[in-house]
Nanobody, 119 residues
Framework: QVQLVESGGGLVQAGGSLRLSCAAS????????MTWFRQAPGKERESVAT???????SYPGSVKGRFAISRDNAKNTVYLQMNSLKPEDTAVYYC?????????????WGQGTQVTVSS
C-alpha cells in the first residue's frame, strides 16, 4: 500500500522560508514523477514543482526562483524548499505521485499540509 505523508507546514511571515517533506512508503519515489501541488480557498489546485524519475525539475513562473524540489532516495522522501514566501503562497500543499509513462495520472496523494504566510 502506497502512502505519502507531508510535513513541515506552518505559519511564516512574508519573506520567510519553509521546507516541506513528503515521506513515501510502498513506492520507490526515484522511479516515479513526484509533484507538489497547492490549493488555496476558492482557487483551483495548481502544481508548483515537479521532479521526474531522471531528476529533471520544473516550476511554474509564479514560484520559479523561489521554490526548489529535491529528493533523498535513501530516505524515499521528496522536499519542497520555499523561500521568499508571499501571502499569495498561502494554501494547503499536497505531494502526489504518478508513473513516468506519458499521460499517466497521479494515482497517490498525501493528506496535505497547511502553509500560511502572513503579511
Amino acid at each position: 500500500q502506497v502512502q505519502l505523508v507531508e510535513s513541515g507546514g506552518g505559519l511564516v511571515q512574508a519573506g520567510g522560508s519553509l521546507r516541506l517533506s513528503c515521506a513515501a512508503s510502498g513506492r520507490t519515489i526515484s522511479r516515479y514523477v513526484m509533484t507538489w501541488f497547492r490549493q488555496a480557498p476558492g482557487k483551483e489546485r495548481e502544481s508548483v514543482a515537479t521532479i521526474t524519475s531522471n531528476g529533471g525539475t520544473s516550476y511554474p513562473g509564479s514560484v520559479k526562483g523561489r521554490f526548489a524540489i529535491s529528493r533523498d532516495n535513501a530516505k524515499n522522501t521528496v522536499y519542497l524548499q520555499m523561500n521568499s514566501l508571499k501571502p499569495e503562497d498561502t494554501a494547503v500543499y499536497y505531494c502526489a505521485s504518478r508513473p513516468s509513462d506519458y499521460g499517466a495520472r497521479y494515482d497517490y496523494w498525501g493528506q496535505g499540509t497547511q502553509v500560511t504566510v502572513s503579511s
